[in-house]
């Protein structure tokens, strides 16, 4: 089995110590020689200026290939293209373009007046200035707005019709759900060779099971009642490792050949994943830094 090409999402800090942290991830992470790392914005853009500062920052200090998140919510057409515009003057030509969550205590998004409509017309916008590799989300299990399943393909069409290059995908439990996915998307002809699993190591079982719900992932029964127990036993992280490691082997045995990493900037997992997988330090992180 060959090994795959991986990457890792982090997000910005927002105090001294989760600055720490952060680098923390950098550093052990780094040595896995990734394809890209990206950094993710807070919902309803609440941490717009923290990730420009974190990506100038990883980009400049680490020697990785950042790619920033990018969303529409409340800010103008002209703004979010300047920021845009920022990250290609900085040497960041990735970005993952999102629609975005609302603002906290917003039922739903709603677009700024002279802003984007959604991440179609975002997207649309990036494609034309001809300088950022564009990647975009997509949904294995029904997104919690979509009508219906095939809305999430059709949409996700549109996305890469637009103009964007790969889709990350939301994490899921069981390798079927991100098989089933790839098949409705060749079938409304997608390239399958765009999607790339998105993976969530389990640090935190409560924390990761209230994403899910909020996000849509479904969760089997078996995932629920092995964490219960593992969590009793004081075994939840080996469970994780294991769960995890198992999950990605089936991905890998599906024709799958690359990974992206969730990783919570809680890195010890992830690592230890990707070390089953036979991924193993490829350069020194001083080396690069």
């Known amino acids: 089995m060959k090994t795959p090409d991986i990457s890792f999402e982090f997000f910005p800090p927002q105090s001294l110590e989760a600055s720490f942290r952060?680098?923390?991830?950098?550093?052990?992470?780094?040595?896995?020689?990734?394809?890209?790392?990206?950094?993710?914005y807070g919902a309803g853009g609440t941490t717009?200026?923290?990730?420009?500062?974190?990506?100038?920052?990883?980009?400049?200090?680490?020697?990785?290939n950042v790619a920033a998140h990018l969303t529409c919510v409340q800010a103008t057409k002209a703004?979010?293209?300047?920021?845009?515009?920022?990250?290609?003057?900085?040497?960041?030509?990735?970005?993952?373009?999102?629609?975005?969550?609302?603002?906290?205590?917003?039922?739903?998004?709603?677009?700024?007046?002279?802003?984007?409509?959604?991440?179609?017309?975002?997207?649309?916008?990036?494609?034309?200035?001809?300088?950022?590799?564009?990647?975009?989300?997509?949904?294995?299990?029904?997104?919690?707005?979509?009508?219906?399943?095939?809305?999430?393909?059709?949409?996700?069409k549109r996305k890469l019709d637009a103009g964007a290059d790969e889709a990350l995908t939301q994490f899921f439990f069981e390798a079927e759900t991100f098989f089933r996915f790839r098949d409705a998307c060749e079938k409304a002809g997608i390239d399958g060779s765009k999607l790339t699993p998105g993976?969530?190591?389990?640090?935190?079982?409560?924390?990761?099971?209230?994403?899910?719900?909020?996000?849509?992932t479904k969760i089997p029964a078996?995932?629920?009642?092995?964490?219960?127990?593992?969590?009793?036993?004081?075994?939840?992280?080996?469970?994780?490792?294991?769960?995890?490691?198992?999950l990605c082997t089936e991905l890998l045995e599906g024709g799958v050949d690359k990974l992206h990493f969730y990783t919570l900037n809680r890195p010890e997992l992830t690592r230890d994943v990707c070390f089953a997988l036979g991924i193993t330090p490829k350069v020194s992180f001083e080396n690069v830094a």
């Open 22 to 40: 952060l680098w923390d991830t950098v550093q052990t992470l780094a040595p896995l020689d990734p394809r890209f790392v990206s950094v993710t």
């Open 199 to 216: 993976i969530l190591p389990i640090e935190n079982w409560k924390g990761a099971r209230n994403f899910a719900r909020r996000c849509g």
């Open 48 to 64: 717009r200026d923290l990730t420009r500062d974190a990506v100038a920052t990883l980009h400049k200090s680490s020697g990785l």
């Open 222 to 246: 078996w995932v629920e009642e092995a964490f219960e127990k593992a969590l009793r036993d004081d075994r939840a992280d080996l469970l994780a490792t294991a769960m995890c490691s198992e």
């Open 79 to 156: 703004e979010t293209l300047e920021i845009a515009d920022r990250f290609a003057e900085a040497g960041v030509n990735e970005i993952v373009a999102l629609r975005g969550d609302p603002p906290k205590g917003e039922g739903q998004f709603t677009p700024h007046p002279e802003g984007f409509a959604n991440s179609v017309e975002l997207i649309e916008a990036l494609a034309e200035t001809g300088k950022f590799t564009i990647r975009v989300g997509a949904y294995p299990d029904q997104h919690p707005e979509a009508a219906t399943a095939q809305a999430d393909v059709d949409w996700l």
